[in-house]
């Protein structure tokens, strides 16, 4: 696990794209830095790290730090090597979802200095910057493990990033969206039938088993069903609260600024973290045996 590790780490300091991904991201804190302090009555730094997501900035940069991940090893066809390591599969996707991560924290850890710099020329608030800081390291936790899943189900690097930018450009806008939904009890119920229906494609897809992947479309489709005959006026407008639900963006947005860390918002991170690791491994293991 630890020459996994290490290999994918090196890989992004053996080409230039590693080192103008992290350049481009120092020379963006930078320049939020300046913008933000040079007429600023006190030093301010969490700015600087909001504005990272607010001008989509991670949004595009974290694609190209994970498209590579599994779709290099599909195309090089170097994956059933590395599949024949003597280590479970999902070793392997932890070590290069660890790899990336540590990538991806390197300039946030620059980035973390620069409050114990300001405090040399000003009072700044530490206890709001540094959660701050923590609810994004977890924000790009969650963007690096879907990168990663979507890497996985193509061995095309450009094709990888485009679908990451794609999704969380949706992500990012997801609020602008629901904003527009109808929100009749009877559109939410069908969109409710929609998701069921992805939901036991996707797992017929991770399984080959067609029967399991109808049980899992059946069963919560149903019990929507059940639940709308009964109660209706919840279901009014419950879509459009789902989907706001899964603005990870928003979140972000709603949870910095603040001198206490917003734990559901980590939690919440974790969580889509763990999820989406756990399906790029279901993902790796599919096309093992496949083969």
Same mark, same amino acid.
């Given at each position: 696990?630890?020459?996994?590790?290490?290999?994918?780490?090196?890989?992004?300091?053996?080409?230039?794209?590693?080192?103008?991904?992290?350049?481009?991201?120092?020379?963006?804190?930078?320049?939020?830095?300046?913008?933000?302090?040079?007429?600023?009555?006190?030093?301010?730094?969490?700015?600087?790290?909001?504005?990272?997501?607010?001008?989509?900035?991670?949004?595009?940069?974290?694609?190209?730090?994970?498209?590579?991940? /599994?779709?290099?090893?599909?195309?090089?066809?170097?994956?059933?090597?590395?599949?024949?390591?003597?280590?479970?599969?999902?070793?392997?996707?932890?070590?290069?979802?660890?790899?990336?991560?540590? =990538?991806?924290?390197?300039?946030?850890?620059?980035?973390? @200095?620069?409050?114990?710099?300001?405090?040399? =020329?000003?009072?700044?608030?530490?206890?709001?910057?540094?959660?701050?800081?923590?609810?994004?390291? @977890?924000?790009?936790?969650?963007?690096?493990?879907?990168?990663?899943?979507?890497?996985?189900?193509?061995?095309?690097?450009?094709?990888?990033? /485009?679908?990451? /930018?794609?999704?969380?450009?949706?992500?990012?806008?997801?609020?602008?969206?629901?904003?527009?939904?109808?929100?009749?009890?009877?559109?939410?119920?069908?969109?409710?039938?929609?998701?069921?229906?992805?939901?036991?494609?996707?797992?017929?897809?991770?399984?080959?088993?067609?029967?399991?992947?109808?049980?899992?479309?059946?069963?919560?489709?149903?019990?929507?069903?059940?639940?709308?005959?009964?109660?209706?006026?919840?279901?009014?407008?419950?879509?459009?609260?789902?989907?706001?639900?899964?603005?990870?963006?928003?979140?972000?947005?709603?949870?910095?600024?603040?001198?206490?860390?917003?734990?559901?918002?980590?939690?919440?991170?974790?969580?889509?973290?763990? /999820?989406?690791?756990?399906?790029?491994?279901?993902?790796?293991?599919?096309?093992?045996?496949?083969?």
């Amino acid at each position: 696990m630890l020459a996994v590790y290490k290999k994918e780490l090196r890989s992004y300091f053996n080409n230039m794209l590693g080192w103008v991904i992290m350049a481009v991201t120092l020379v963006f804190i930078g320049f939020f830095t300046v913008v933000i302090n040079v007429n600023a009555l006190a030093p301010v730094f969490d700015y600087v790290l909001i504005y990272m997501i607010g001008y989509c900035i991670y949004v595009v940069l974290i694609p190209f730090v994970t498209m590579k991940s /599994v779709a290099s090893e599909r195309h090089d066809k170097t994956e059933q090597l590395l599949l024949s390591l003597p280590i479970p599969t999902w070793k392997i996707i932890v070590a290069k979802y660890l790899a990336e991560m540590t =990538f991806v924290a390197i300039p946030l850890l620059v980035a973390a @200095f620069y409050p114990l710099i300001f405090s040399l =020329f000003g009072t700044i608030n530490f206890a709001t910057v540094y959660a701050t800081w923590l609810t994004l390291f @977890f924000l790009l936790a969650a963007m690096v493990a879907m990168g990663t899943f979507f890497s996985s189900l193509s061995e095309n690097q450009i094709v990888a990033a /485009v679908t990451s /930018v794609g999704v969380f450009f949706l992500l990012y806008f997801l609020s602008n969206i629901v904003s527009v939904l109808p929100s009749s009890s009877l559109f939410s119920l069908v969109c409710l039938y929609v998701v069921a229906l992805i939901f036991g494609l996707i797992v017929r897809f991770l399984t080959r088993d067609t029967t399991m992947g109808i049980v899992c479309a059946a069963v919560p489709a149903l019990g929507c069903f059940i639940w709308y005959i009964f109660d209706a006026d919840a279901f009014s407008g419950l879509f459009a609260n789902i989907l706001y639900g899964l603005s990870i963006f928003d979140k972000f947005f709603n949870s910095v600024g603040y001198e206490i860390l917003d734990l559901t918002a980590i939690v919440y991170y974790i969580t889509i973290a763990f /999820v989406f690791v756990f399906i790029t491994v279901q993902s790796v293991e599919k096309r093992r045996w496949n083969s």
